[in-house]
Structures are given as structure tokens and as C-alpha cells.
């Protein structure tokens, strides 16, 4: 039985340009399903495509990245919400969307960064849908601060997607109701392990951001690779893979409103 879900990757991503079909066929011999994020308005359209040759299979969350925020008028970001809500019931969430210290650290772009994500926010409770948030970088500000707007903003459905943080921060995250999600990387994280332990089971997902962050560094990731967060996850809390398949697949119907076949 096939009972494993990759919440986030990006199967738009020119990585997959040469392959991208195969990549699909081969990732629904081992998944139930995936869960593509659109990071841009053309990403999340072409994401959509997907999910319709796939039905059942690909779902999609459309975002706007943080790190592509700066690029976007208001304009252009106002057209894209209102195709967003458009497309509705073709959507399962929204994301990623966030805070990227990392790669932005203008104040300027900061402060605009934030006014986006709670404007996305916004968006996602209007429409009812949960969010995937990217937060990352300076240690755990960025995700301290993503929390912070979420509870400001009343969101109540939401995956901190790669969580890279603190064991404690997961806990107070999940204390407020939310998701943590694990990347396969976690196989080359202590801290990440730390978590898969601590945090209520009722609360952990389980990702890939393919093609990125490969369990066998540098290679290109795909979603079948998701296989090892639930053998992780199954290893640190001590109970059977199978058992974890289960509740990760509940948190995922509950999470993202979809009831999955068979
Ligand atoms: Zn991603």
C-alpha cells in the first residue's frame, strides 16, 4: 500500500524540464500524492496545469516567494490574488509564501516582504485555505517573526514548511495549532530530528522541496524521496513507519482540506 505524501516541491522548476512526465509517473508508484508550490504568478499557473493532467495526484498551492517579491508592483500582485481567488477550487492552500533573511536583507525589502505575506494572509482567510509559510534566516528570526504575524493575523491553518528551528520553537508552534513539515535534508540534521521526537505527531507533515535539499546532498531531489522523513520520523518516535504514514496522511486531510481515495 502506497501511503507517503510530499506536502511541498516544485515540480515546475526547469530542473525537470528534460523529464518532468517521467518525474511524475515515477513519484506515483511510491506517493499517494504531492503538493506542488507555485513561487510567481507564470509558476503557479504552469503548477495548475500540472495538477489538471494529474488530478487526484498534483495539487497546488500558488505563492508569491519572498525572495520574488521585491520584483512585483502592486499592480502585478493585486492581478495574481485576484486569479488566485479565481481558481479557488483548484487550489488546496497558499504558499509558500514568508520572510527570507537569507537571500533579502535590505530593510526597504524587509518591510515590504511583510506587508506582502500579511497581505497574502489576508487572502487565505478570505478564501479559507491554509498558507505555507517559508521563513528563513539570522538563526530562528525569521520564523519567530512569521509566528508572530500569523497569530497577529488570526490565521489559523498553517505548515512551517522546512522547519529549520529550534526543537522549543516546534513546540510553541504547534502549541498554536500548527504544522511543522520535514524536509528528507532531515536525514543530515541532528536539530531536525530533534523535532520529528518532540513535537505531537498530530502536527508534523513531510516534504521534499524538490528539487531541492536531496537527502544525498548536491543531487537533484525528487518527491519519492519523502520516504526517508517517515523512516526518520518512524525511527526517532519509535513506532512503525506504517503508523506514522496514517497520522501524516490525517494531518494532511486535515490540514489541507482534501480527502484522499483509497
Ligand atoms: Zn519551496
Not at 41 to 64: I, N, Q, R, S
Not at 175 to 190: C, H, M, N, Q, T
Not at 193 to 219: F, G, M, N, Q
Request: glycine content about 6%; some cysteine.
Amino acid at each position: 500500500m502506497i501511503e507517503i505524501i510530499d506536502i511541498h516541491c516544485h515540480l515546475t522548476f526547469e530542473q525537470y524540464d528534460e523529464d518532468r512526465e517521467q518525474v511524475i509517473e515515477d513519484a506515483k508508484k511510491v506517493l499517494k500524492c504531492v503538493v506542488t508550490s507555485g513561487v510567481e504568478p507564470e509558476d503557479a499557473k504552469y503548477a495548475l496545469e500540472l495538477a489538471e493532467m494529474h488530478e487526484g495526484f498534483v495539487f497546488v498551492t500558488p505563492g508569491l516567494h519572498p525572495i520574488h517579491v521585491a520584483s512585483r508592483t502592486d499592480q502585478e500582485i493585486g492581478d495574481y490574488e485576484e486569479f488566485i481567488s479565481e481558481n479557488k477550487r483548484r487550489i488546496v492552500g497558499i504558499g509558500e509564501i514568508g520572510l527570507d533573511y537569507h537571500w533579502v536583507r535590505d530593510p526597504l525589502k524587509i518591510k515590504r516582504m511583510k506587508e506582502v505575506l500579511v497581505e497574502f494572509l489576508g487572502l487565505a482567510k478570505e478564501l479559507d485555505l491554509p498558507v505555507v509559510l517559508h521563513l528563513r534566516g539570522t538563526g530562528s528570526e525569521a520564523i519567530e517573526d512569521g509566528l508572530k504575524i500569523v497569530s497577529d493575523e488570526d490565521i489559523r491553518k498553517a505548515v512551517f514548511h522546512c522547519f529549520t528551528g529550534k526543537p522549543q520553537l516546534a513546540e510553541q508552534i504547534c502549541e498554536e495549532g500548527y504544522y511543522i513539515s520535514l524536509p528528507a535534508s532531515i536525514v543530515r540534521s541532528k536539530s531536525m530530528r530533534k523535532v520529528a521526537r518532540r513535537v505531537p505527531i498530530s502536527h508534523l507533515l513531510t516534504e521534499t522541496d524538490a528539487p531541492y535539499l536531496s537527502p544525498t546532498e548536491e543531487e537533484r531531489n525528487v518527491p519519492q524521496h519523502v520516504k526517508v522523513v517517515y523512516e526518520e520520523i518512524a525511527r526517532q518516535r519509535k513506532i512503525e513507519v506504517r503508523e506514522a504514514e496514517a497520522e501524516i496522511e490525517r494531518n494532511f486531510e486535515r490540514l489541507f482540506g482534501v480527502v484522499l481515495r483509497g
